[in-house]
């Protein structure tokens, strides 16, 4: 019997647990078990429903036992920026808000009243988006006061999930650093900017690395899924996770991480926290090894996916590039960073009015509304590659895509076309790679990252545009 890592990696819209184990020097995944995820629209408020996807998680840890494939060690991974508030009795106060939800509006205006916008982003070095945790606790405060003050416990999702599988309660660094409220140069909390926003500093537990022990399953946990094995913290904020799985034997490389979002930038020593960086609006999230992804936020597929959904799901997203790709022609393009595409009503009929609204022509067809997306897309990966060169004082002749949309082959002959630069694309799982690469790491598999990259590179198909 081979040695399994697991990777339980939930995205927005779904989940996967996916088992890896090491063959002939080369990684093999597994994908073992999968289901949906997605906010709940509660009260008017977009919230996640954290019963059902720890219920989720164990189902899938269920199919380790049923298949006799029980991991050395287990890690969780997600997005960033959403959290719980535990009380004494380690119970969940209130809602737990999806960073969709427009809670938060008007919340910066808060924050700022305490800290202006370039002094807050000249101390944390992360850019500003209105879903930011800095506001979302903002939004606690003005709303339900009482459950600040109640707090005993702040954690990330992952964190609260890996407590509840352990029984011991964690704060992993690199999903910490989204929240806005972490120092780049002390890489710890910033104790004194959460006092002066009247957050309860008690609440924050000191941050862990990527690559500790968490524990092991409690035995209630151990006794429902049929085994037990240790907890190791990954990378949990799942873009410093796929970022880890990156295939470039470059020490500097310009990636894309892309899925619902797409995250675009490069790794640095330390964090660019300078005015023309915050102008341009990126940002310096924590890293495995304290190394910084300095990266630019892109709405990516979310709009692609949005539109389809529209359709009632009625094409493939190959079919849909096929009939962007007889639409080319269409001369419209969108900033598709825009707010308005954030969380609209319906997102076709929001491409179709920014048209409308900046006197371009309106697309009508679904394959013009593809068309818009991507080419706007391509073109925004363009600007921005030329915006990290000349922040960063580098030039880079590829861009690594890695994530689901790496599959997105119609995308990527756009991007290299826009942006005039190589496309390397590939692995597809580059989150849950990451997420075992950490455990693996650990295990003494690998030496260190630039190994396990390596070796990312030697198992995955990697497509050149």
Known sequence: MGQYYLAVDIGASSGRHILASLEQGK???????????????????????????????????????????????????????????????????????????????????????????????????????????????????????????????????????HFLLTGNKVSEYTNATSTQLVSPITKKWDMELIESLGYNKEMFLPLTMPGAEVGDFTEEIEKEVGFTCKVVLPATHDTASAVMSVPSKEENCLYISSGTWSLMGVENKEAICSEESQKANFTNEGGYDYRFRFLKNIMGLWMIQSVRKETGNAYSFAKLCDMAEESKAFPSRVDVNDACFLAPENMT?????????????????????????YQSLAECYAITVKEIETLTG???????????????????????????????????????????????????LFEDLKAARSCVYDSFEIKTY
């Open 394 to 444: 580098v030039s880079y002749d590829a861009i690594h895509i890695v994530g689901g949309g790496s599959n997105a082959a119609y995308l990527n002959e756009l991007t290299a076309k826009a942006a005039n630069r190589k496309v390397l694309a590939g692995p597809g799982e580059a989150t849950a790679i990451g997420n075992v690469l950490t455990q693996m790491i650990k295990d003494d």
């Open 27 to 161: 990684i093999v995944l597994e994908e073992i078990y999968r289901f949906e995820n997605g906010m709940k629209n509660k009260d008017g408020h977009l919230c996640w429903d954290l019963k059902h996807l720890f219920n989720e998680i164990k189902q899938g840890l269920k199919e380790c036992a049923k298949i006799n494939k029980i991991p050395t060690s287990m890690g969780i991974d997600t997005w960033a920026v959403d959290y719980v508030l535990l009380n004494e009795k380690d119970e969940v106060l209130g809602e737990t808000y999806g960073y969709r939800d427009k809670r938060t509006q008007g919340m910066d205006k808060k924050v700022y009243e305490v800290i202006p916008e370039k002094a807050l982003y000249a101390r944390t070095g992360i850019q500003k988006q209105i879903f930011n945790t800095i506001y979302q606790l903002m939004a606690t405060k003005e709303n339900h006061p009482e459950h600040m003050e109640e707090a005993k416990t702040f954690l990330m999702l992952p964190d609260y999930f």
């Open 349 to 373: 009929e929001a491409i179709k009015a920014y048209c409308k609204r900046t006197g371009q022509k309106v697309p009508e067809t679904i394959g013009e509304v593809a068309t818009v997306v």
